[in-house]
């Protein structure tokens, strides 16, 4: 017997009432997830420095494989379809609406190879989560000052062609859990315009079904991926950003209704809030 274990045995008797009640079951669902992630990625951060000594979005791979298992603790089953059209050997700028930190699960399922990704500077410092990523080879930009995140975003698509990258952009530019895409930032398709290379749009299904953050819901449930036709921007120009920007907004947001239970262009869960977890 060690001193611990009076502890221990309350946590056990706890553990119960913890997932039985909906809103503890949510936050312990929640906290887990970041555990998970802090744990997998002090393990990966090893693997990866074995592996390939340092930062290269090779590690991805390496990354994707932890990240895979989260989906078992979860219970979501992924529905995919078109994903072949993420695997052509080319190199493209890829575009996917984002929900939640749950997302990365989605992304890890889909994720090319040669795929770097682009996040906001804060994920760095968040410990072996952020050592992880950056071994990953994920750009950060700093959303505060434009002109340093649009110079980043510019050197990568300096490198994307010469180095046959593709590269990850969530165009709404920060979670949103409402029922319906944000207006899209300009960045991605800047991106796509300079480096002359196609748009690939990737839809998730919304959350709502399994997750409202807002009704502390967090069950068990199927996310559905859909990955849209490449979009060419060949010959195209600066000014046909905003056409460009418009034709993947509407596409993705027709989508985003159609693989979405229960929503249609009026969002009929009735809610219009935009719950962040
Ligand atoms: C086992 C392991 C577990 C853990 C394992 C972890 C694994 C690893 C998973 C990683 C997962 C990552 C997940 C991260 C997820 C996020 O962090 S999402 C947040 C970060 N990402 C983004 O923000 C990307 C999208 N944002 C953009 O592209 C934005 O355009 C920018 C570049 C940030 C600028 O934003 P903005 O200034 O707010 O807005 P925007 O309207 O786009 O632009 C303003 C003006 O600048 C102009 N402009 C914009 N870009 C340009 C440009 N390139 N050139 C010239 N002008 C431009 C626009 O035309 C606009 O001018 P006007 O039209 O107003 O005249
Ligand atoms: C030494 C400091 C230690 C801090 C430890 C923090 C531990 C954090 C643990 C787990 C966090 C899991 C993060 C998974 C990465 C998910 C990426 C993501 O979804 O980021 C949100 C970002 O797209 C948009 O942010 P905003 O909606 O604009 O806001």
Redesign the pocket.
Known sequence: MTCLDPWVLLLLLLLPVLLLNRTTNFYFKICFYCV???V??V??CVVCFLRHGGRTVRN?SI?KR??RI?KYFYGLQLEMKGAEKLHEDKPCVIISN?QSIL??MG??EILPRNCI????R??LYTG??GL??YL?G?IF?N?KR?ST??????EV?NILVQKNLKV????????NGSYDLLP????????AV?AQVPIIPVVYSSFSSFYQPEKKIFTSGKIKVEVLDPIKTEGMT?DD??KLLETCHSLMRETFFRISDKLNEKGTNGSTSQPVQ
């Open positions: 998970l992630c802090v997998f990625s393990v990966a991805m990354i932890f990240v989260f984002h997302d990365m992304l890890m990704q682009i996040a906001k804060e994920l072996p989560v992880i990523m990953g994920v930009i959303r434009t995140a649009m110079s980043a975003m510019e698509g990850w952009i969530y165009p709404e530019g920060t979670r899209f930032k300009k960045g991605a398709f800047y991106l300079q600066v950003i905003p």
